[in-house]
């Protein structure tokens, strides 16, 4: 039944990569067996699914028209300077799937045109933190037997400064977005880092997202 739902909000069926979040978003959420159902990550996924239906009752021709505080009639593009791992971890490619998928993001969720530089509105920023840490404590169960990690937790931030060269009033610099992903500590961290960094990236950049164009 979740996996068949195509949501639609007035009449308006929601861009595909919306769509696609959101999918991911239910199936992490409600899939008991996921690594990453946690109840307060359930009540942000929720959270994050009214927020996108919330996008998409505002949009019209299947992209977001954003015309109130943030964004005037005047602008048109955007620019997105190539985010940089200045984190000590993470694979060596993550700096530039990371640009490539908010670009994407941003593309495909409004009418902005990418341009290179000197857009309308500004982003840049770089991966700031990566860092595996084990959480959950697990009794082992014998005194002679430390007591280990049940979960181990991979933690992400991104640092980004946000320029509206039309309307400075929702402009910010250095401002950090994380998000995390939980996995049982039993398994081989680089067999699911890969659907970890997706799931953390697609948040941090509808966080982004919305910081910028949508301000909430």
């Not at 199936?27 to 919330?54: E, F, G, M, V």
């Not at 993470?90 to 009418?111: C, H, K, L, W």
């Not at 402009?171 to 992903?181: C, D, I, M, R």
């Not at 997706?198 to 949508?214: G, R």
């Amino acid at each position: 039944m979740v996996y068949g739902l195509w949501l639609r909000v007035q009449g308006r069926t929601l861009t595909k990569s919306s769509n696609q979040l959101i999918f991911n978003y239910l199936h992490s959420a409600l899939n008991p067996l996921s690594c990453t159902a946690r109840r307060s990550d359930l009540y942000h996924k929720l959270w994050t699914i009214l927020s996108l239906l919330l996008l998409g009752s505002l949009s019209g021709c299947g992209v977001y028209s954003f015309t109130g505080a943030s964004l005037g009639p005047d602008v048109k593009t955007i620019s997105i300077d190539n985010f940089f791992n200045d984190a000590s971890g993470g694979p060596p490619n993550m700096s530039q799937v990371f640009t490539e998928e908010i670009r994407d993001y941003y593309q495909a969720n409004t009418n902005l045109a990418l341009v290179p530089e000197n857009g309308d509105l500004l982003i840049e920023g770089s991966i700031t933190r990566y860092e595996f840490v084990p959480v959950a404590p697990r009794a082992s169960g014998s005194n002679e037997v430390a007591d280990v990690a049940g979960l181990i937790r991979l933690n992400i931030a991104v640092s980004a400064s946000y320029i509206n060269t039309y309307n400075d009033e929702f402009n910010f610099e250095n401002k950090t977005f994380t998000f995390f992903a939980d996995f049982d500590s039993d398994r081989d961290p680089s067999s699911v880092e890969e659907e970890l960094i997706e799931e953390i990236f697609d948040q941090i950049i509808f966080d982004i997202f919305a910081a910028t164009v949508a301000n909430w």
